[in-house]
């Protein structure tokens, strides 16, 4: 018997993507959260139960995937673990390494799966572009440059505040983090810069960190809350020994509309959105199926990288990544 | 689902190209037992190894075999002879399109299907490009008001083998390539062609005995004017084998969809740089091919018919047709629907 049930944790804005995913997998959801609107609005828009705690899901469901704000992953995941359940969580894996290994050494104790969102590795331009270079068609990577650039989370959002999401480093780069580990192998030294302080606790709105890794390979990535006014892009461009591949969500777009606006009717324009391909995965692997393509540890690698990048932000100088986790 | 019985499913003839692509994706697929046969042996004892599958050593074996649907990929003028076997034999048919290379031709798989009770289905994959879908979705929707122009394209490259035989093919690059977005043209407009005017030449390849270019502009009962450009005006350097694209025009909004928008860009120098120039779009999008097929599995499960059908693939050569009638005579050419 497989899984019936999934308790989502934080009925936000990824929350209520993963509560959408869910249901397309034909899985039972109920939600949890701590604020009333966001409660009623999960329940009105998905016809879920909802409930004000993550106690009340303990008892009912049989996977608890957590949505909540960073700083409080840790805390939910260990609860869920404890009560015995898979736990799927949000990416950053936790706001701090102890808290990782932690929440890691834990779920192995209790012989749970633990499954960190790392989405990237879902969406499909990117798949195809780790497929590439496995098979080979760009040699060795050499080069490899990643941008991620939106507009700002509203003012008011628990994102600005560092100590709670990690900024735009710890929230928004780390998704490149772990691509880039996952193309070019473990990384070895982190320089980053952040600039641009705009949030409410005086935050940085955007960073650029260069990533070294074991191979030799050099990374750039660069992360934005500043393109405030046009719509979210990512770009990638990898050079490799052999040859060389280029990917821009906007630099070819399949529907170009007037009204502009018209063009978002059409959605992301796959049969799957990413979101769902990577539930499917773990829900496959908590049903007994393969390991997906991202483990926890990953989740904890990219974490220890984008931590990296904000103590070099703060003190301008290049920092090295302990071997135990180029290990990890 | 995993419970569900396998579908025995034939490929009839590998001559055209996608017919190896459909095994790749039939092969792999937990649902199905795919078999195959072709009039070339060694090229279906080819490709039947390379995906791992039966190479039956005639048609008349493979029917034998009492497949629930087949695919025919063979020479566009041998769709008829091979669909009146497989209806025969009572299976379900998806034909690649264009359905036939002459009218009666596709009236007899008509009614050679209907007769057998058995359903044919039109290889139109545009029907199952994601971009294609949201395109047409929202205009389905109202959301482009009325819509009074298209501009459509479907170029590619320059196919040879027997796709350049005016026998065989039925024609060039304008029964080739004609037939994809005229069908999503009806789809979408939910109306039928009224009057076509076409002009083609062969500047390109000139030494073939067909036209290797082409430009269509039809008229359809609700008033849409659409063109067509079917030209095989890709060059064989082209980073990736044509594309599809339609520009809808209404009286509140525009949309362009490039049905082949989601690709990545590679460069490859292959191994030890020793290759040549390799500029090549990777697709990462959705499968069209795949859509179309899990359309035909559905329909036979299903007990009901495909969409698109096999008067979809007729009306839409009806459309071809008219426009070598239109070339022909220097003039537009009315289509009269029956």
């Known amino acids: 018997m497989g899984v019936q049930t999934v308790g989502v944790v934080g009925l936000g804005s990824i ?37 004000d705690g993550l106690e009340a899901l303990l008892r009912t469901v049989d996977v608890i995937d957590v949505c909540t704000p960073t ?14 359940k898979h736990v799927i969580c949000e990416k950053p894996i936790t706001r701090t390494l102890p808290e990782a290994d932690a929440l890691i050494s834990a779920a192995n104790e209790r012989g749970v799966q633990l499954h960190v969102a790392q989405v990237v590795r879902f969406f499909p331009q990117y798949a195809a572009a780790a497929r590439a270079i496995a098979s080979g068609r760009i040699g ?19 994102y600005h505040d560092d100590n709670r999401s990690g900024g735009i480093i710890g929230d928004v780069m780390i998704h490149d983090i772990d691509y880039a580990r996952w193309v070019a192998g473990e990384v070895v030294r982190v320089y980053a810069r952040t600039l641009r302080n705009a949030g409410p606790q005086n935050g940085a709105t955007h ?69 769902t391909a990577e539930l499917r995965e773990f829900l496959a692997a908590i049903n007994g199926g393969p390991p997906p393509r991202v483990s926890a540890e990953d989740g904890r690698a990219a974490l220890a990288v984008a931590l990296a990048a904000i103590e070099s932000a703060k003190t301008g100088r290049a920092v090295e990544l302990a071997t135990e986790v180029a290990a990890a | 689902m995993s419970t569900q019985r396998k579908l025995k499913i034939g490929i009839m003839s590998f001559a055209h190209l996608h017919g190896a692509g459909y095994a790749g994706l039939l092969a792999n697929w937990p649902d199905v037992e795919l078999r195959v046969a072709d009039d070339d042996p060694e090229r279906g004892k080819r490709i039947a190894d390379r995906f791992g599958v039966t190479c039956a050593p005639s048609y008349a ?85 009325t819509i009074h122009g298209i501009a459509a394209t479907n170029p590619g490259t320059m196919p040879g083998s027997w796709f350049v035989d005016p026998e065989l093919a039925g024609g060039g690059a304008v029964m080739d ?20 005017y076409a002009q083609t030449n062969r ?67 292959g191994p030890g740089r020793t290759g040549g120039q390799d500029v090549r779009w990777l697709p990462w999008g959705d499968d069209p091919n795949a859509g179309m097929l899990r359309e035909f599995l559905s329909a036979i499960r299903e007990d009901r018919a495909p969409v698109p059908s096999g008067w979809d693939g007729y009306r839409a050569t009806e459309i071809a047709l008219a426009a070598y009638r239109s070339v022909e005579a220097g003039q537009p050419v009315p289509i009269s629907t029956e």
């Open chain 2, 61 to 145: 074996e493979l029917l034998a075999w009492k497949p629930d649907g087949v695919i025919v990929c063979s020479e566009n003028s041998r769709h008829r002879e091979l669909t009146e076997q497989a209806a025969a034999a009572g299976a379900h048919v998806l034909s690649e399109k264009p359905l036939a290379t002459s009218l009666a031709d596709g009236r007899a798989m008509i009614e050679a299907c209907e007769a057998a009770g058995v359903r044919l289905m039109t290889a139109f994959p545009m029907r199952f490009s994601q971009p294609v879908i949201a395109a047409v979705r929202i205009a389905q929707e109202g959301k482009l008001g």
């Open chain 2, 203 to 269: 500047i390109l390849y000139p030494d073939l005995p067909v036209e290797t270019a082409g430009t269509l502009a039809v008229t359809f009962a609700n008033g849409t004017v659409a063109t067509i450009d079917c030209s095989w005006s890709r060059p064989n350097s082209y980073p990736t084998w044509g594309g599809v694209t339609l520009e809808l025009v209404g009286d509140e909004g525009v949309i362009s969809v490039d049905a082949f928008a989601q690709v990545l860009a590679s460069y490859s120098d």
């Open chain 1, 71 to 84: 700083d409080t992953h840790a805390e939910v995941a260990l609860a869920a673990v404890r009560a015995g």
């Open chain 1, 207 to 275: 960073a650029y960190a260069i990533l070294t890794h074991a191979s030799g390979a050099i990374s750039h990535l660069t992360a934005s809350w500043a393109r405030v006014g046009a719509p979210f892009r990512t770009s990638f461009e990898i050079a490799g020994s052999e040859g060389l591949l280029e990917h821009a969500t906007d630099s070819r777009p399949a529907l170009r509309t007037a009204p502009a606006e018209l063009a978002r009717l059409g959605g992301m324009l796959l049969e799957e959105d990413p979101w």
């Open chain 2, 177 to 196: 390539h004609t037939v994809h977005v005229a069908d999503v043209m009806r789809w979408l407009l939910g109306s039928e062609a009224v009057e076509v």
């Open chain 1, 15 to 51: 929350g209520r993507i993963h509560v959408a995913g869910w249901q397309r997998l034909g899985v039972t959801v109920e939600g949890a959260d701590g604020l009333p609107e966001a409660r009623e609005r999960a329940r009105d828009a998905f016809g879920i139960e909802v409930h």
């Open chain 1, 140 to 158: 060795k990577p050499a080069v490899l440059r990643f941008t991620r650039e939106g507009g700002m989370p509203g003012a008011d959002r628990w």
